[in-house]
């Protein structure tokens, strides 16, 4: 069923007739009666009273007056919802990432919800390994990862440009110096998180290639385990230096430079290659784009 045939038959109930109905659709009358008739065909049914010339309904067109009336309001409301969206007075972004990559979405996220406080935002914790996969099966519309996706379908941008700092806890001998070897290391026991990533996998390779022994006997599952462990005096651990700002402020934790282990952490934004992009999640990448651009710090905008 038409929808315009159903605008034609409102416009004959409201006008009182088929030649008014026909002046306000800018049509000709026969037009107007060819319309009528092609619903009243599909129905089975007559929905006028042809004996009167005012547009008197059967009661079949009574039934239809009062649908046609819903559908078209629910028309005018899908157009409606489709252009909040467009225009960000609606809509809902979904971002994946895990524990630690969520750090770096705080700033951005909140100058998002500055700017377009309409949309729904959802970031939901996601296994990094899998964030690529969800991304791609439209699970999520951004994702936020430490390496490079080789999946085809993906492209990704670098927004942050970490790395790993080596911290210690402010009563360690190692805070007096202002760097140590990779062979200093060698007594030290190491906190690492219980999920092997990359760069632990960098790391451990590092010290197999120094023939340095590389003591972990601890494994935490968080971020911020970690660093409690290591400020009470249990160790020392490598963490990306965004998750510990706060803690060497406070002293709580000390960095210590080593050169062998200054490994840089680019963070990526993942989003489909192809497809259509839903409005929310374009306007959350110029909004990336524009902070890195006035920003002096480590937020940039590099596309790979």
């Known amino acids: 069923m038409d929808l315009f045939h159903l605008e034609a038959f409102l416009a004959v109930v409201r006008e009182g007739g088929f030649s008014k109905a026909a002046t306000v659709l800018y049509r000709t009358q026969p037009a107007i009666s060819q319309i009528i008739r092609r619903l009243e065909n599909e129905l089975g049914q007559p929905l006028f009273d042809r004996s009167s010339r005012r547009g008197v309904l059967t009661d079949a067109g009574r039934v239809l007056l009062d649908h046609a009336e819903r559908l078209l309001?629910?028309?005018?409301?899908?157009?409606?919802?489709?252009?909040?969206?467009?225009?960000?007075?609606?809509?809902?972004?979904?971002?994946?990432?895990?524990?630690?990559?969520?750090?770096?979405?705080?700033?951005?996220?909140?100058?998002?919800?500055?700017?377009?406080?309409?949309?729904?935002?959802?970031?939901?914790?996601?296994?990094?390994?899998?964030?690529?996969?969800?991304?791609?099966?439209?699970?999520?519309?951004?994702?936020?990862?430490?390496?490079?996706?080789?999946?085809?379908?993906?492209?990704?941008?670098?927004?942050?440009?970490?790395?790993?700092?080596?911290?210690?806890?402010?009563?360690?001998?190692?805070?007096?110096?202002?760097?140590?070897?990779?062979?200093?290391?060698?007594?030290?026991?190491?906190?690492?998180?219980?999920?092997?990533?990359?760069?632990?996998?960098?790391?451990?390779?590092?010290?197999?290639?120094?023939?340095?022994?590389?003591?972990?006997?601890?494994?935490?599952?968080?971020?911020?385990?970690?660093?409690?462990?290591?400020?009470?005096?249990?160790?020392?651990?490598?963490?990306?230096?965004?998750?510990?700002?706060?803690e060497l402020r406070r002293r709580e934790l000390v960095r210590v430079h080593v050169a062998e282990l200054s490994f840089e952490r680019p963070v990526r934004l993942v989003y489909r290659r192809g497809g259509t992009r839903s409005h929310a999640s374009t306007a959350f990448l110029t909004l990336v784009e524009a902070h890195a651009a006035k920003s002096e710090g480590p937020y940039t905008f590099v596309r790979e």
Do not use: W
């Open 73 to 246: 309001n629910f028309r005018e409301q899908a157009l409606a919802a489709v252009a909040d969206v467009q225009h960000l007075r609606s809509g809902h972004l979904v971002i994946a990432t895990n524990e630690l990559t969520c750090l770096y979405l705080l700033p951005l996220l909140h100058e998002y919800r500055r700017l377009h406080p309409a949309v729904r935002v959802s970031v939901r914790r996601a296994r990094a390994s899998r964030i690529p996969g969800d991304v791609r099966d439209y699970g999520a519309d951004l994702g936020v990862v430490t390496y490079q996706p080789l999946d085809a379908d993906l492209q990704s941008v670098i927004v942050y440009r970490d790395e790993l700092a080596f911290v210690v806890p402010r009563r360690h001998r190692f805070t007096k110096q202002r760097e140590v070897t990779i062979k200093d290391l060698g007594r030290e026991l190491f906190v690492a998180h219980h999920v092997a990533s990359p760069y632990r996998v960098r790391v451990v390779e590092t010290f197999r290639k120094r023939r340095v022994t590389l003591q972990m006997p601890v494994e935490m599952p968080t971020i911020d385990a970690i660093k409690k462990f290591v400020a009470a005096g249990n160790g020392v651990a490598l963490l990306p230096a965004v998750a510990v700002e706060s």
